[in-house]
């Protein structure tokens, strides 16, 4: 059967545009649809504009610290409006640069939502095309538990745009998407509330990191609790909302945030006329070729169930390609794969965490250090930093390196070359520091920590 394309690609994100690109690179015949907007969830509403509004919540603090190395000033005001319309300034390059990308590599940009006729046919925008193999690259969206007043709430997707700064913010949630807006906003100025039902933040990140980094959150004038559940939010007459909590009292704030997970984006996909299994969790099942149950169809990114982060999608997409249109056997190692949050301090993370390493692992030795940085000997924050190398004794093989930190996220890539190459305790022993720096203390830790 002659189809109009090789493949067609629904969900122009990060893992789609890859796809696409590198599949019409190798000669394949591509198209790509999309709904909203070019460049998915991270140039839009993730990771480009949260990066940009965490380096304007970091400001605040630098005014202050100034100070102390001598810089005098009147206290420093901030203007929301200046760095919303910048952020969307950028955004809307960004957006043009992925077009771009497209056109390019000869791929053909379909304007409208994919939705999936049969297992060779998508239609868009009223018009049905033919492909030898789909690709579902759709990604996911914020979800918000139902509750009485969860119409007042909003989802990280809307928060970069708020017409008026707030005063007071209420965050829900206790995952990374939580932490990282608690500081944001903390950091612009507005008093922030973070309520988690949990006994502890960033589940799955090391116990120590996540302990050590609600300390220094709290320190920064976070007010954050645990195992504290919304029971309702009222909208009072003022426009502010009052947030009942089951635990008893209650909270008022301008703006209620709510970021509480993310499911795939799978409405209005067409799904039930094709034959694709779900996993539990609601994600589309794929096998190691990204392959759905249905043969012609192949799905990546957030709306499987691996690791929902942007260059993990980026390295589906050029897997995928390259075992489809290059001949090359479709195989991605997830081992050692660095992660930050953005919170401030920030976490970088890279290997297992204590507690899988010696699940995993006879002899784990720690190597622990924590200190006040250099900058802030003077600076007057009472900010602290954190460091800790895992190492299995038996092989000296480095197996989980974490931080809490300034500019952890930095660090830790190259930390994690030196992982993904297989580094012991003897290799970081034998690195010469830069000094001074606080990347030097992985490379200076000589003796283990007995807790």
Not at 214 to 221: D, F, I, L, R, S
Not at 271 to 278: D, F, S, Y
């Amino acid at each position: 059967m002659q189809y109009d394309y090789d493949l067609f690609v629904i969900g122009a994100g990060s893992g789609g545009v890859r796809a696409s690109r590198m599949s019409a690179s190798y000669g394949a015949r591509v198209a790509i649809c999309e709904d909203l907007y070019l460049g998915g969830t991270c140039v839009n509403v993730g990771c480009v504009p949260k990066k940009l509004y965490v380096y304007a919540s970091e400001y605040s603090s630098h005014y202050r610290e100034a100070k102390g190395f001598g810089w005098q000033s009147a206290e420093a005001q901030f203007d929301w409006t200046t760095l919303r319309q910048n952020k969307s300034t950028e955004i809307s390059r960004l957006n043009g640069i992925y077009g771009g990308i497209l056109d390019r590599a000869n791929v053909d940009l379909k304007e409208g939502r994919g939705r999936i006729v049969n297992a060779h046919t998508v239609e868009v925008a009223g018009q049905n095309y033919t492909a030898e193999r789909i690709l579902l690259a759709v990604g996911g969206r914020p979800f918000i538990p139902d509750f009485t007043g969860n119409e007042y709430v909003l989802s990280s997707n809307e928060i970069f745009d708020l017409a008026v700064f707030p005063k007071r913010l209420v965050v829900v949630g206790g995952g990374y998407i939580a932490v990282e807006f608690a500081g944001i906003f903390n950091g612009m100025g507005s008093q922030v509330t973070q309520l988690h039902r949990g006994d502890h933040i960033l589940d799955g990140f090391d116990e120590e990191i996540r302990q050590f980094a609600a300390t220094e959150m709290v320190k920064k004038g976070i007010d954050l609790r645990l195992e504290t559940h919304v029971d309702a939010i009222e909208k009072q007459d003022d426009g502010t909302f009052k947030i009942n909590l089951k635990e008893g009292g209650e909270i008022v704030a301008d703006v209620v945030l709510y970021a509480t997970g993310r499911k795939p984006q799978l409405t209005d996909l067409g799904l039930e006329n094709v034959n694709i299994a779900l996993t539990d969790s609601g994600h589309v099942a794929v096998n190691d070729n990204f392959q759905t149950s249905e043969q012609s169809i192949y799905a990546l990114g957030d709306m499987t169930p691996g690791m929902a982060l942007t260059p993990v999608a980026l390295e589906e997409g050029m897997a995928l390609a390259k075992s489809l249109y290059n001949n090359e056997p479709c195989k991605l190692d997830y081992s050692n794969i660095a992660t930050t949050v953005f919170c401030q301090p920030n976490i970088g993370t890279v290997g297992m965490t204590e507690q899988q390493a010696r699940s995993e692992y006879t002899n784990v030795v720690k190597y622990r250090s924590e200190f006040r940085s250099m900058k802030h000997t003077i600076s007057g924050s009472a900010e602290r930093t954190l460091m800790k190398l895992l190492v299995d004794d038996d092989t000296d093989k480095v197996i989980g390196v974490h931080m809490v930190g300034a500019d952890a996220g930095e660090i830790m890539q190259g930390i994690a070359i030196a992982l993904k190459a297989g580094a012991t305790k003897a290799d970081f022993d034998a690195t010469v520091g830069i000094h001074p720096t606080a990347a030097e203390e992985f490379v200076t830790m000589r003796d283990p920590t007995v807790d």
